[in-house]
């Protein structure tokens, strides 16, 4: 490794810092459908997978550092992850607190970042043993991740029962373009069908609003009324440790720690539980908010980043449902990345912990350090000036691009047939990680028959 | 304050006007498809023609389209 490569490492870092700080201030930016389609892209145009790794470690610490602003400024969740903490946030936000839980939360994310990649690193070396007979069984061990996922959902019985039926549309739509011979029978269709499945929430709503007799049961509003709040001007440089009290301090780590034990379970259901059981002997609502958001940001972070880097270092396989969802770029984005030669086969484990440290650290410093002095400039700046229809569009954008990269015009149609189909079933109560691994285990399940 | 209409829905937790979404669409959908299609040169050219076509196209709708939100500045009152 060269100096070169260690200078691209760093200004990856910083451009996901900054990207990823405006994207996870704007409201509602789901993880997986602003993180895996960049992530994606960047490893087919061919960029080093050092600073791929570097870019996204960076990015998912920035975003997660600011996606609880807009929680604590407006009480509107910057992202999916963000929403089990608007509880807690808001009880701040009455005592008119609403710059304490900014500096608690962000501190709490630093936490987690800090105790979740050494503990990363440990957890990875213990399943290294085993790191064989796990990927030896991959497909088995997807569909029983879809089964278990099913049984978590609210909806048991459609998860359970969706599992074959999803897996013979994957495969069925694969079949057709090797028999109309549309893609070489060597390559397997992934990319599109993975970003088909994100977006289909919004594309079931997007064609709910076109169907007139849909229309007229959906509420139109009026604006979104936001309102923010003047933050006091923070003198010198922030320090997490005195900004937290000693026992946030403590419990945020241990929820960090617990949190990427547990990389494997769902991030929100882990956030939400542990949130409530770590703080609820505390009487005092200030206190008891206060300690659930910043023990709460540091288990997010820390369960997104050990999800991301437990499966990367120890398995190369996404056994997690962030290493299925918004990391997946990493493990699988053929023909670059696939489960047989990603960013695990590619990097030695103290490559993969210099390009995390690297980019973790540069995006702890500017996020950190900006989250801090300038929260409510920059939601004002991004609630003002971006507006959400362009964000949609820009992602609409990606995924019919990479759709028609990955099998032509006709693949448009089938990227739009899964999106639909999971939109519906996500409507049903199916989950994103339920569908994510049946992505992952048609081949090997449809060669029951 | 003034009389707002209703002609707003919600789409992912934020509130947008259909037709100003749809134009979005279309133009970061346009630039980016045609970007990748009309790129001269080989891999990974075509790629990042589309991802620059669907980066203006961003820019391009983020200028014409209005947010529809309404930021209200609470001052100081400790």
């Keep these: 490794m060269d100096a070169m490569i260690i200078l691209q490492m760093i200004l990856a870092g910083i451009g996901g810092a900054v990207l990823y700080t405006l994207i996870g201030i704007a409201p509602g930016t789901d993880e997986t459908a602003v993180l895996a389609p960049v992530t994606i892209a960047l490893a087919l145009s061919g960029v080093s997978p050092y600073v791929i790794l570097a870019f996204f470690i960076s990015a998912i610490v920035a975003k997660k550092l600011t996606d609880s602003i807009p929680v604590a400024v407006a009480g509107i969740p910057g992202g999916v992850m963000a929403a089990p903490m608007v509880e807690h946030a808001m009880v701040l936000k009455k005592h008119g607190l609403p710059d304490v839980s900014i500096k608690k939360m962000a501190s709490g994310s630093v936490i987690g970042t800090l105790v979740s990649i050494p503990a990363s690193f440990l957890i990875a070396n213990a399943i290294l043993p085993y790191a064989d007979v796990i990927s030896k069984h991959a497909g088995l061990i997807f569909f029983l991740g879809a089964v278990f996922l099913a049984l978590m959902t609210n909806n048991k019985i459609l998860s359970l029962l969706i599992i074959v039926p999803f897996a013979i549309l994957i495969q069925g739509l694969r079949h057709l373009y090797w028999g109309l011979e549309i893609v070489p029978p060597e390559t397997t269709v992934f990319v599109s069908f993975f970003l088909g499945i994100t977006i289909g929430p919004i594309v079931v709503t997007l064609f709910d609003l076109l169907n007139k007799d849909a229309r007229k049961k959906i509420p139109f509003l009026g604006k979104k009324e936001i309102s923010v709040k003047k933050s006091d001007k923070v003198k010198g440089i922030p320090n997490p440790f005195n900004i937290l009290t000693k026992k946030e301090s403590a419990t945020s780590a241990l929820g960090s720690l617990i949190g990427s034990v547990t990389f494997f379970l769902s991030p929100v259901g882990m956030t939400v539980f542990l949130g409530e059981f770590l703080t609820r002997h505390i009487k005092d609502p200030v206190k008891r908010a206060s300690r659930a958001i910043s023990t709460m940001d540091g288990l997010t972070n820390a369960s997104y980043i050990s999800g991301t880097l437990i499966p990367l270092i120890a398995i190369g396989l996404p056994l997690s449902p962030m290493a299925i969802g918004p990391a997946a770029g990493l493990f699988n984005a053929p023909p670059v990345f696939t489960p047989e030669h990603n960013i695990h086969h ?104 | 304050m003034d009389k707002q209409e209703k002609e707003f829905v919600e789409v992912w937790e934020d509130n947008v006007k259909i037709k100003d979404l749809l134009i979005a669409m279309l133009l970061c959908i346009g630039l980016s498809l045609g970007g990748y299609i009309l790129a001269p040169g080989e891999a990974p050219q075509p790629l990042i023609f589309g991802l620059c076509g669907g980066v203006i196209g961003f820019i391009i709708s983020s200028v014409l389209i209005k947010p529809k939100r309404k930021i209200t500045y609470l001052e100081e009152e400790e």
């Design chain 1, 346 to 449: 590619i990097l030695s484990m103290s490559e993969i912990m210099l390009a995390t440290i690297i980019g973790a650290v540069i995006a702890l410093l500017i996020t950190f350090y900006i989250t801090i002095k300038f929260a409510s400039e920059i939601c004002a700046f991004v609630f003002k000036y971006i507006p959400h229809e362009a964000l949609i569009g820009l992602f609409a954008g990606l995924v019919v691009m990479l759709a028609f990269m990955d099998a032509g015009w006709i693949n448009i149609f089938g990227t739009f047939l899964i999106a639909f189909v999971s939109g519906i079933l996500f409507r049903n109560g199916v989950n994103y990680g339920v569908m994510f691994m049946i992505l992952y285990a048609a081949p090997w399940m449809l060669g029951w028959f």
